[in-house]
């Protein structure tokens, strides 16, 4: 059975950081591009960053040069380092497994207060 549990989120001012966590089970973790995905209130659910087998990361514009992913295949983990956060980017912040399209977590609440 697929899980992929997301943590880390949190309240934080402008200007902060947070780093969000997500532990995949059920799956061949290092065979996955792993993703960040967010849904802010209101909003559809949108793509925000990736990193691949081979650890080649590719970003959204709107988080390039503050959030940076990576990978820990030993823990079956993806990451999600935000800095410089901005109160657009607070959403619920979801991760998933491109071989696994279909199953998410419950998400981590990420709210940025200005």
């Known amino acids: 059975q697929v899980q992929l549990v997301e943590s880390g989120g949190g309240l934080v001012q402008a200007g902060g950081s947070l780093r969000l966590s997500c532990a995949a089970s059920g799956i061949i973790f290092r065979l996955n591009t792993m993703g960040w995905y967010r849904q802010a209130p209101g909003k559809q659910r949108e793509y925000v960053a990736a990193?691949?087998?081979?650890?080649?990361?590719t970003y959204t514009d709107s988080v390039k040069g503050r959030f940076t992913i990576s990978r820990d295949n030993a823990k079956k983990t993806v990451y999600l380092q935000m800095n410089n956060l901005e109160p657009e980017d607070t959403a619920v912040y979801y991760c998933n497994a491109n071989r696994a399209p279909d199953y998410w977590g419950k998400g981590t609440l990420v709210t940025v207060s200005s």
């Open positions: 990193i691949t087998i081979g650890g080649t990361t």
